[in-house]
């Protein structure tokens, strides 16, 4: 696998896993204040998610990098 095409799959997989990991954990706030959406989660714990989304990216880089480089799977043909 070419260096390009590596950073791409894991940024394709860490968008991915960023987006699923986004809404977990969120609350809205009870009493939101005037002008703020009602929707809006009281505390996103966006840098836990962040390191969460890095974390579980990771191993499923390595994962698919195995599947691709072990010729299971063939990109080539």
Not at 12 to 30: C, D, K, Q, S, Y
Not at 51 to 56: A, K
């Amino acid at each position: 696998m070419q260096i390009f095409t590596g950073i791409m799959l894991f940024a394709i997989i860490w968008w991915m896993v960023f987006f699923t990991v986004l809404p977990w954990g969120n609350r809205a706030v009870e009493n939101p204040e005037p002008g703020h959406a009602a929707s809006a989660p009281e505390k996103p714990r966006l840098w836990l998610k962040l390191g969460v989304t890095t974390g579980i990216a990771c191993v499923l880089f390595v994962v698919a990098r195995l599947v691709i480089d072990s010729g299971i799977i063939d990109l080539r043909s």
